[in-house]
């Protein structure tokens, strides 16, 4: 096991060839929550520093999360070629669709349909480990551009906030997740 306190070149290149990763969130209360993304939604900015593209979803607990504790981590491991596990932790900021920054941050990504948060990351420690308990898995494709974005895109963005309105203005907690704002 190694522990860093910022990525370099070799862990940025080992980010950038993955197709998925985990990230996990707690509030003070409650439940615990770690999601798998993928698809093109994930930059590294800087040796301290990753920003993704948070896409609609069933449930908001990372938004929720981050308005009580803005600790996150984030998890790669590789399923293919050599063993690793990466660990990037940190902290977190939320920015949604009605923040000033929103447009300026969302060019950074390809559009996405259903495009509902974007999480900035200032990282304070990584740290690498064997990997050799993961299996081995071929990549075939991601679900997402076939099944996810088409989903939300014929909902249209109405659609979409209404979405929003019935399944992500708060955690499974209970908690607020600020998608429309502080209400």
Same mark, same amino acid.
């Not at 190694?2 to 862990?11: S, V, Y």
């Not at 981050?66 to 990037?88: H, K, Q, S, W, Y």
């Not at 559009?111 to 304070?124: N, P, V």
């Given at each position: 096991?190694?522990?860093?306190?910022?990525?370099?070149?070799?862990?940025?290149?080992?980010?950038?060839?993955?197709?998925?990763?985990?990230?996990?969130?707690?509030? =003070? +209360?409650?439940?615990?929550?770690?999601?798998?993304?993928?698809?093109?939604?994930? $930059?590294?900015?800087? #040796?301290?520093?990753?920003?993704?593209?948070?896409?609609?979803?069933?449930?908001?607990?990372?938004?929720? @999360?981050?308005?009580?504790?803005?600790?996150?981590?984030?998890?790669?491991?590789?399923?293919? !070629? +050599? %063993?690793?596990?990466?660990?990037?932790?940190?902290?977190?900021?939320?920015? @949604?669709? @009605?923040? &000033?920054?929103?447009? %300026? &941050?969302?060019?950074?990504?390809? %559009?996405?349909?259903?495009?509902?948060?974007?999480?900035?990351?200032?990282? #304070?420690?990584?740290? =690498?480990?064997? !990997?050799? *308990?993961?299996?081995?898995?071929?990549?075939?494709?991601?679900?997402?551009?076939?099944?996810?974005?088409?989903?939300?895109? +014929?909902?249209? %963005?109405? *659609?979409? $906030?209404?979405?929003?309105?019935?399944?992500?203005?708060?955690?499974? +907690?209970?908690?607020?997740? !600020?998608?429309?704002?502080?209400?």
């Amino acid at each position: 096991m190694a522990i860093g306190k910022q990525l370099n070149k070799t862990l940025t290149t080992f980010i950038e060839r993955q197709p998925m990763f985990f990230v996990a969130t707690a509030a =003070t +209360d409650g439940r615990v929550n770690m999601s798998p993304k993928g698809m093109n939604t994930l $930059r590294v900015l800087g #040796d301290t520093r990753i920003v993704w593209l948070n896409l609609t979803g069933s449930g908001n607990e990372t938004a929720a @999360h981050l308005r009580d504790v803005n600790r996150m981590t984030l998890m790669f491991c590789a399923f293919e !070629g +050599d %063993a690793l596990i990466l660990r990037v932790y940190g902290t977190a900021q939320t920015l @949604h669709p @009605h923040d &000033a920054d929103w447009d %300026a &941050a969302l060019a950074q990504f390809p %559009a996405m349909a259903g495009s509902r948060q974007i999480f900035d990351m200032t990282i #304070d420690m990584v740290q =690498t480990s064997c !990997g050799t *308990g993961v299996p081995l898995m071929n990549f075939e494709k991601q679900r997402g551009p076939e099944e996810l974005l088409p989903y939300y895109a +014929d909902m249209g %963005a109405d *659609g979409v $906030r209404d979405y929003w309105s019935r399944k992500n203005v708060d955690s499974i +907690d209970g908690a607020p997740t !600020g998608i429309f704002g502080d209400t």
